[in-house]
């Protein structure tokens, strides 16, 4: 039972391993700011979650002690709430401080609704 | 690897963009260390610096967007 407690939480952290990996690497490698701030999201959101999930399980079944269990479910919680909001007013800024946006990539329905 | 866009970054976004992420990716050490060395209180430590890493981020793109 506890061998596979342990393979679940191991690939959990592989999960939120894989998907911080694939942030940064969506970050440094991409050619757009835009492209940019959505590689950050799928970093905050997927990869951090899992392994917030992870030490949870690891603090409510192996550590056994309740607080460990509890707090990286609030931790994961406000990240939920918290990161949309962040990348939406950063994206606006961007959009207002007329950021370059790629000509491959234009489907730029902010500013064909709020033109100048 | 972010430091690189942080120090490179055309524009302010992007440099905005990286600190958050090296944030998120700093919540995750705390976390992962709270549990190993078995102490409650780097989760705390983890848990307010997600909300000041927020909040500096939603300032800064206020303070980018001229509204503040």
Same mark, same amino acid.
Request: aromatic share 10%.
């Given at each position: 039972? =506890?061998?596979?407690l @342990?393979?679940?939480?191991?690939?959990?952290?592989? @999960?939120? #391993?894989? +998907?911080?990996?694939? #942030?940064?690497?969506?970050?440094?490698?991409?050619? $757009?700011?835009?492209?940019?701030?959505?590689?950050?999201?799928?970093?905050? @959101? /997927?990869?951090?979650?899992?392994?917030?999930? #992870?030490? !949870? /399980?690891?603090?409510?079944?192996?550590?056994?002690?309740?607080?460990? #269990?509890? =707090?990286?479910?609030?931790i994961?919680?406000?990240? /939920? +709430?918290?990161?949309?909001?962040? !990348?939406?007013?950063?994206?606006?800024?961007? =959009?207002?401080?007329?950021?370059?946006? /790629?000509?491959? !990539?234009?489907? $730029?329905?902010?500013?064909? $609704?709020?033109?100048? | 690897?972010?430091?690189?866009?942080?120090?490179? *970054?055309?524009h302010? %976004?992007?440099?905005v %963009?990286? *600190?958050?992420?090296?944030?998120? &990716?700093?919540? %995750?050490?705390? %976390?992962?260390? *709270?549990?190993?060395?078995?102490?409650? &209180?780097?989760?705390?430590i983890?848990? &307010?610096?997600?909300?000041?890493g927020?909040?500096?981020?939603?300032?800064?793109?206020?303070?980018?967007? *001229?509204?503040?």
């Amino acid at each position: 039972m =506890k061998i596979l407690l @342990t393979i679940i939480i191991d690939l959990f952290f592989a @999960t939120g #391993g894989f +998907f911080a990996l694939a #942030g940064v690497i969506g970050i440094i490698r991409m050619p $757009d700011s835009y492209c940019r701030m959505q590689s950050s999201t799928n970093t905050a @959101t /997927l990869g951090t979650i899992c392994v917030l999930i #992870g030490v !949870s /399980l690891y603090g409510f079944f192996i550590l056994n002690s309740v607080a460990i #269990g509890v =707090k990286p479910i609030v931790i994961s919680l406000f990240i /939920l +709430f918290s990161n949309p909001v962040a !990348s939406h007013s950063i994206a606006k800024a961007a =959009k207002k401080c007329g950021v370059f946006m /790629l000509n491959k !990539s234009r489907v $730029d329905e902010y500013g064909r $609704d709020n033109p100048q | 690897m972010l430091i690189y866009r942080v120090a490179k *970054g055309p524009h302010a %976004v992007d440099r905005v %963009v990286a *600190g958050d992420t090296i944030d998120s &990716i700093t919540v %995750v050490i705390m %976390v992962l260390y *709270g549990a190993i060395s078995n102490r409650g &209180i780097y989760l705390d430590i983890a848990l &307010i610096v997600s909300l000041l890493g927020f909040i500096s981020t939603v300032a800064i793109s206020k303070y980018l967007e *001229g509204r503040l």
